[in-house]
Structures are given as structure tokens and as C-alpha cells.
């Protein structure tokens, strides 16, 4: 990455571009705040924002989570975004992350100008977050659906996936590793999860989050990842002005019994089904009711398992602290670069 960036990250070197302040004078201040001084430039993140406003969802999610990452770690990033409603506005080249949720951008065929833009962008060092850009195909009917549900299957949205080959049309997305350094950039592993109900603990860090990881895609520009696309994270980050959860989240969890899968290969089904593609490579089938709630699975061993919802304050609390330290190590991963 440019050095124009990597001076962005090291809060010690931008330090030494204060002649106002020694350094016994800083390190005072930070032990009296726990926060990066205020003189120290911020760092500020653009978020593209298309179409009618009031109909986003969570809006409150990246000022939130960018108000975490300054209390939390030694970047002094500015908690609120500088908005855009093109990849074309110029702005987006003094600043080194763009962030975009796929359902605040309606129509993803770029013009020429974004075209231009966002290869510049990218080749100058520049990243791209894309949140709930990767969903599975009976998300994709209705982008609510892909907002509401975490259920992603190893690719990217097709609209992503196109956007991006306008850009680099010799590129390919490819699935970033469970091992990458992202997953322990600052937090590793699961939060506690004892205040999780027994009945969905296991489930949850053997299956769903297992080490504290999730599903993500990448696209890398001269060896460094330059856009990541995983499913929707917003939902856990928006805190009102009070400091409470904006969102109630339930988990999706898979369980089987004894006899259920004689059961299910001959049960009816109000919607429509779905082969998805694991991380592993192999294909489970998804039956789903109307209007695209998964309901059961038929999975490659042969087995097959229901999908219950489960909602309790400890869950919606434990979901919302996975994703929070999952959004801040995604900010300290992209400044650390």
C-alpha cells in the first residue's frame, strides 16, 4: 500500500508530524483520555448511500461501529462517514476505505466514470468493504431478505461479482481462508459464549462462527486483498443514542433427531429449493416456505436437518458482540495493510 497510507495507520508516526505536541505531552494525554489525541488527524471512511434515504436499513450501523473502533484500539477514526451517492465523486481519493451495504445501492452496473474511479481507487491503494454482498440464491429475490439473514453461501452476489469485473475484468473473487490474519487482527476467537443457551452453544462455536470466523470473499490487486465482500454484518453494530441495540437478532441453528431424516425426504414445503455451495465444495439442498425462510436441509452425508430460530435477550446481546468485534477487526485489518 502507498506510504500515504500506511502513515494513515501508525498513530505513533503521525505523532511526529505534530510540532505542537512532545512526545511526554501525548503519551499524558492518552493515559488521561484512553483515546488517540484530538490533534491527531482523523481518519474518516466514505460510505456510498444511492437512492432514497429513509428506506436504508440500519443507518446507524457503520457510525456505530466506527465510534467503537476509536474507543477501542489507537485509531482516531472520525465516527461519522463522509457520504457519497457515486463511485464518480472525487472525494473518494483522499481517503483510503469505501464502504457500501449492497441494499444501498439499488442498480449495480457502474458508469464509465465509476469505472475509472474505482480502478484508480483500488490501484492507488484504496479498499473496498461490501457488506451482505454475499448471500445465497433464495436471499436474492428481495434484498430484504439478504439484510435480514446471514445464510451465505462460497461466492459472491452476482451483481458484485459483475460490478467488479467492469473493473478488473481479468480478476476473480476468491474465498478468504478461516486462517487468514484477518479473523485475529485484533479480537480472536468467540466471545464468552456461557451466556449462550446450551441447546444452540454447541452448534454455535462448532458450526456457525467456529474460532470466531465467517464467510468471506476477496478480490486481491498486486498480492493485497483490495475488495471484501461478506454477508451482512450491519445489523449487529447500530447502538441508539442511549447506547442500546437498534436490532433484535435471533439465531438460525441446524438439529436433527432420530427418524427426522426419513421424515423430511417425504415432507411437503411451501416455498421453493435451493442448492447452495458449502465452503467445502459439497452442495447442500435448502427447502424453503414462503417467502424464502429456510426450513430444512438435505446435507451431502445424507443426513438431513431442520432450521430453528431461536430469540432470547442473551442471544440477540451475544450476536450483537460477535459482529461489533468482527466489524472492528475488519477496520484494524484494512488500516494495518
Not at 467492469?166 to 474465498?175: A, G, S, T
Not at 476477496?218 to 451482512?232: F, S, T, W, Y
Request: with cysteine; proline share 6%; charged share 25%.
Amino acid at each position: 500500500m502507498r506510504v500515504f497510507y500506511k502513515l494513515i495507520l501508525s498513530v505513533g508516526l503521525l505523532f511526529l508530524v505534530q510540532p505542537l505536541f512532545s512526545v511526554v505531552e501525548v503519551e499524558e494525554a492518552q493515559a488521561e483520555t484512553k483515546l488517540p489525541p484530538k490533534d491527531v488527524p482523523y481518519l474518516k471512511v466514505v460510505q456510498l448511500i444511492q437512492g432514497d434515504a429513509m428506506q436504508r436499513q440500519y443507518a446507524d450501523a457503520l457510525p456505530s461501529l466506527l465510534e467503537e473502533l476509536r474507543t477501542r484500539t489507537t485509531l482516531n477514526v472520525d465516527p461519522f462517514p463522509i457520504y457519497i451517492d457515486s463511485f464518480e465523486d472525487e472525494i473518494i481519493f483522499k481517503h483510503p476505505v469505501l464502504y457500501v451495504n449492497f441494499a444501498d445501492r439499488p442498480e449495480w452496473t457502474l458508469s464509465a466514470g465509476e469505472i475509472k474511479n474505482l480502478k484508480a481507487f483500488i490501484e492507488r491503494g484504496g479498499f473496498l468493504f461490501i457488506d451482505a454482498g454475499i448471500n445465497a440464491a433464495f436471499l436474492r429475490g428481495n434484498s430484504r431478505h439478504g439484510q435480514m439473514h446471514s445464510f451465505a453461501d462460497w461466492e459472491v452476489s452476482p451483481e458484485v461479482d459483475g460490478a467488479l469485473k467492469q473493473v478488473f475484468p481479468d480478476k476473480r473473487f476468491e474465498p478468504l481462508p478461516r486462517s487468514d490474519p484477518f479473523f485475529k487482527s485484533f479480537y480472536a476467537g468467540l466471545p464468552d459464549a456461557s451466556t449462550l443457551p446450551e441447546a444452540i452453544r454447541e452448534f454455535i462455536i462448532n458450526e456457525k462462527w467456529p474460532q470466531g470466523t465467517y464467510s468471506s470473499m476477496v478480490l486481491k490487486h498486486e498480492g493485497r486483498v483490495a475488495v471484501m465482500a461478506m454477508p451482512i454484518m450491519a445489523m449487529g453494530w447500530g447502538k441508539s443514542e442511549f447506547g442500546q441495540w437498534t436490532t433484535r437478532i435471533g439465531f438460525r441453528v441446524r438439529e436433527g433427531a432420530e427418524g427426522l431424516s426419513d421424515r423430511l425426504s417425504e415432507a411437503s414445503f411451501g416455498g421453493e429449493s435451493y442448492e447452495t455451495t458449502r465452503e467445502d465444495g459439497l452442495n447442500d439442498v435448502i427447502y424453503c416456505e414462503v417467502p424464502g425462510t429456510p426450513a430444512w436441509v438435505e446435507e451431502p452425508n445424507g443426513d438431513w436437518r431442520v432450521f430453528r430460530y431461536y430469540h432470547s435477550q442473551e442471544i440477540s446481546d451475544y450476536a450483537h458482540t460477535f459482529y461489533t468485534r468482527l466489524g472492528v477487526n475488519l477496520f484494524v485489518y484494512i488500516f494495518s495493510q
